[in-house]
């Protein structure tokens, strides 16, 4: 249950990020920008969450977050034709998502890997 909590706290901040960078940015729509989000956040949980931040720390993992999300999010325009996401959009999507990474490996180390130990 605390994975799952985690993760719709993660989804929320990545689609409330995406939407209003890409809708600014792109001309990507509405339903478009929430299945990238999912992407991001389940890779990005995964990956830099649950893998990276425990064998390292909250700067590593937020770095590692910068460069999982700008690859996720580039990575759909090969995925879909018809998307077109300009780099400089996902590299500013993906530095602001890091930044409210910072606080979410807070909230994953106090709430996740401390229950864990226990």
Do not use: C
């Not at 992407?39 to 425990?54: E, K, R």
């Not at 996401?85 to 490996?105: K, N």
Request: glycine share 2%; no cysteine.
């Amino acid at each position: 249950m605390r994975h799952v909590v985690a993760l719709l706290i993660k989804f929320v901040m990545v689609a409330v990020v995406l939407e209003i960078i890409f809708s600014i940015l792109t001309t990507l729509t509405f339903s478009s920008i929430l299945y990238i989000a999912a992407a991001v956040t389940i890779i990005a949980y995964i990956i830099g969450d649950l893998l990276i931040l425990p064998a390292s720390n909250n700067t590593i993992a937020s770095m590692a977050d910068v460069a999982l999300a700008l690859a996720t999010m580039y990575m759909f325009n090969y995925i879909w034709s018809t998307t077109q996401i300009h780099f400089v959009s996902a590299l500013i999507a993906a530095v602001i998502i890091s930044t409210g990474e910072w606080f979410f490996h807070k909230y994953v180390s106090n709430i996740i890997f401390r229950k864990r130990k226990d």
